[in-house]
């Protein structure tokens, strides 16, 4: 089944502590992408990348780094998280960017206490 | 630089009525138009897409919207709604040239009532 997965899917962690989530696509998709989403702020995307080691900021990149490795893998690493990093949690890849559309994954929620 | 307008946060609406959700967008350049739906507890899925060409684009479940240009609007209409269709729907917005991000609105509650 062509699927977006991320793990975890629920995560409470403490400020500071290193954390990464996973996002992974069995589609051979080119382009990944990050997002979060907050109450009345809709999605905002945090890094994109159009293909293997090749990654770019979106709006919101502070407080987080991504790598591409592997064109299937796309983690999100926060390397000391806060609690202004509460939030949901969403990747997602295409083929490409442009037309193409967007397959997105279930979510981690994320709670920094 | 693109940006996107859901007029309306929350819709209410009752079951078989129409609905029409309301999205403006903001670009100097042209752009490809996208509606995305969020059941709750799920991810984002693809509603429908402008590209180019007609106007009035169809989706799945029933869904369509139209491309006005002179209005930048891109608003979304299912003329009636079941229960099964409460959600969150998001527009989106991505210029045609370039690889730029895809930029969305924030989002509008569709709450269907029986």
């Known amino acids: 089944e062509a699927q977006v997965t991320q793990n975890p899917r629920y995560l409470i962690t403490v400020t500071g502590k290193k954390l990464t989530v996973t996002c992974s696509q069995n589609m051979n998709h080119e382009y990944m992408s990050w997002y979060r989403q907050d109450p009345g702020l809709g999605l905002r995307q945090i890094y994109y990348?159009?293909?293997?080691?090749?990654?770019d900021k979106g709006d919101v990149p502070e407080g987080y780094k991504v790598s591409r490795k592997e064109k299937r893998n796309f983690p999100l690493i926060l390397e000391s998280p806060s609690p202004n990093q509460t939030s949901l949690y969403f990747c997602?890849?295409?083929?490409?960017?442009?037309?193409?559309?967007?397959?997105f994954g279930p979510g981690t929620r994320l709670t920094v206490l | 630089a693109q940006s996107v307008t859901q007029l309306d946060s929350q819709v209410p609406v009752f079951e078989e009525a129409p609905v029409e959700l309301r999205c403006n967008y903001s670009?100097?350049?042209?752009?490809?138009l996208f509606w995305y739906v969020q059941y709750p507890n799920q991810g984002l899925q693809l509603l429908l897409k402008y590209l180019s060409g007609s106007t009035l684009v169809k989706g799945i479940n029933g869904f369509e919207a139209e491309f006005n240009k002179s209005q930048t609007s891109f608003h979304l209409r299912k003329p009636s709604v079941h229960i099964s269709d409460t959600a969150e729907y998001f527009c989106a917005v991505r210029s045609i040239s370039g690889n730029t991000p895809l930029v969305f609105g924030k989002g509008t509650r569709l709450s269907v009532i029986a």
């Open positions: 990348s159009m293909n293997v080691e090749v990654t």
């Open positions: 670009s100097s350049v042209s752009v490809y």
């Open positions: 997602a890849s295409s083929p490409r960017g442009g037309a193409d559309t967007q397959y």
